[in-house]
């Protein structure tokens, strides 16, 4: 089933893409409430589009089985239980159908960018370094990845010189994904060719912070700045 959309377009031409998932029992819109509050106003540019979709209702086992809005089921919220392959191949529809919408209404896959809240850090992650190696960038925020997931499995088995550039924020004060998984997970992936920056959070539990999403807005200009602000290559 495709995910329900809440869209900030650009403001002016469209050049580039964020696709922002929300942590697990949480939708969209109130992910892109949650930023406005943040920020005072949205996250927006004159060029980038930014995505905030909603995950169909499922059966989530944390919850004893009630239906929520999550992106993937899972034994429990913990870095060492295994990874549900089963649940994730089916989030990774809903995930691939996001993307082949931009690039078919032209934004090419190194102008589009992932990233997420908790469970939706995770679903960037698998995104990035396991579906669509080919992206721009990758951020999670207060996220991990279990121990045996595919993700590093795909990097083992897939080495290449182009990744997409992580992103990693996360709560000193976290209690319900501890900060040294989301560092475990950063190591991890770093050891696999993965570049990027880990940026701890002080006295912050699990939540957007006003400096991690500031950090993060300069942070999407860089990579996908404006095409007319690009140097074209001197032959």
């Known amino acids: ?19 922002f998932f929300h942590g697990s029992g949480d939708t969209g819109p109130n992910v892109l409430e949650w930023v406005r509050f943040l920020l005072g ?18 059966k989530y086992t944390p919850l004893d089985g009630e239906l929520s809005n999550v992106w993937f089921d899972r ?15 089916q989030c990774y529809d809903a995930v691939n159908q996001l993307i082949d919408e931009e690039v078919s209404s032209g934004i ?4 589009i960018i992932v990233g997420g809240f908790s469970m939706g850090g995770a679903v960037a992650l698998h995104t990035g370094y396991h579906l669509r190696p080919s992206l721009a960038g990758v951020f999670a925020h207060s996220s991990f990845l279990n121990r045996g997931s595919v993700v590093y499995e795909s990097l083992a088995n897939n080495q290449t010189d182009s990744l997409p550039e992580l992103r990693m ?11 040294d998984w989301g560092v475990e997970t950063f ?19 699990h939540e957007l912070k006003t400096a991690s999403i500031t950090d993060l807005e300069k942070w999407i200009q860089e990579k996908l700045p404006p095409l007319e602000n690009q140097v074209p290559n001197k032959l």
């Open 1 to 19: 089933m495709k995910p329900a959309l809440k869209t900030i377009n650009a403001t002016g031409k469209h050049t580039a893409s964020v696709i």
């Open 41 to 58: 106003r949205d996250l927006e540019y004159p060029h980038i589009k930014i995505i905030y979709p909603t995950a169909p209702k499922q």
């Open 75 to 89: 034994k429990s919220v913990n870095i060492a239980a295994p990874e549900s392959r089963k649940s994730m191949s």
């Open 108 to 111: 090419p896959l190194n102008r």
């Open 169 to 179: 924020f996360h709560g000193e004060r976290d209690t319900l994904v501890p900060q």
């Open 187 to 205: 190591e991890s992936l770093k050891k696999l060719g993965v570049k990027g920056t880990f940026h701890p959070l002080r006295n912050t539990l």
